[in-house]
């Protein structure tokens, strides 16, 4: 069997350090995990080398590096969580096409539109905001002094594409690791986002 080479060693290192932190918010111990990483991969790590991963990413707000942002392009969809159905807020950049936001909730209205807004400008600041004909959004908009424009078929196109990918990925995460807690606050499946978020966002600085 061939060695892996110094870029393929780091890819994988980074890989399964973030399966580890995953698997670590479905509920397994750091000593679970490092069980289950040997048993699965064959990889040996002590569950203290694991709890440091866990400590360095920090799944709790999705963000990237500072970078140029020429404009936010913002959609929102309609997905399947167990029993549940939720709304998925996401907004891009569209050069980089990296995920700047990513939020859950219950209704789609005006005031859910203009608090993701605002969280979303607090952190990248204010720029141009491209939605689709939704009326929550212009009234946001105005709410935060945010030009507005709907999209272009380029915009709607990048949006479309990660909007789906992410609605795949969720679900199927769901279907495979299903909460059974009554009356769920889907937490599990805010911290797998965020968990995703992140591993796509360092996936396109490397590419």
Known sequence: MSRLSYDQQKKQNILIRYWSCIVFVLGLSTRGVAKAMYFLHKVKRSH??????????????TSSKRMKIEEYIVDETLIKVGPESVWLWVAIEPENRQILALSISNERNMLIAERFLSDLVKIHGKHPI???????YPMACRFLNLKHHIHSSLEK?????????????????????????????????INWMNLFVEYHNKELCQS
């Open 48 to 61: 203290v080398a694991i709890w440091n991963w866990i400590q360095k990413c920090h799944p709790k707000k």
């Open 130 to 136: 491209s939605t689709d004909g939704g009326t929550w």
């Open 157 to 189: 196109s990048l949006i479309e594409i990660t909007m789906q990918y992410i609605k795949d990925r969720t679900e199927c995460f769901d279907d495979y690791f299903p909460c059974r807690t009554i009356r769920c606050k889907i937490k599990h499946v």
